[in-house]
């Protein structure tokens, strides 16, 4: 079992920068892959950002390459994503998603825990 909790959310105006992090507990953290997703009133989740058990293969989403960055802190079982150059599309609540694949959560299949969510509001 692998419970997340996410924060780091909040409001920001439209170029500026969020970081969010995703606290895990459970033995097996490590040996998960860590991914990002968001998710906008009427629209279905969609995935943000996604990397590896070992860190070496990491995926993002076209509309957030270059400007997000995905991380973990494997011994403070942390997760973070690095949002920079925020704009008004951006807003949505974010959530913290682990798998043992972590080409599932790029293709936004399989099982997965999740966490709560966090809200991110770009304002323009």
Not at 23 to 47: D, N
Not at 63 to 69: E, I, L, N, P, Y
Not at 94 to 123: I, K
């Amino acid at each position: 079992q692998v419970q997340l909790v996410e924060s780091g959310g909040g409001l920001v105006q439209a170029g500026g920068s969020l970081r969010l992090s995703c606290a895990a507990s459970g033995r097996t953290f490590g040996s998960y892959a860590m991914g990002w997703f968001r998710q906008t009133p009427g629209k279905e989740r969609e995935f943000v950002a996604a990397i590896s058990w070992s860190g070496y293969r990491i995926y993002y989403a076209d509309s957030v390459k270059g400007r997000f960055t995905i991380s973990r802190d494997k011994s403070q079982n942390t997760g973070y994503l690095q949002m920079n150059s925020l704009k008004p599309e951006d807003t949505a609540v974010y959530y913290c998603a682990a798998s043992t694949s972590v080409v599932d959560l790029r293709e936004n299949s399989g099982s997965r825990y999740w966490g709560q969510g966090t809200q991110v509001t770009v304002s323009s």
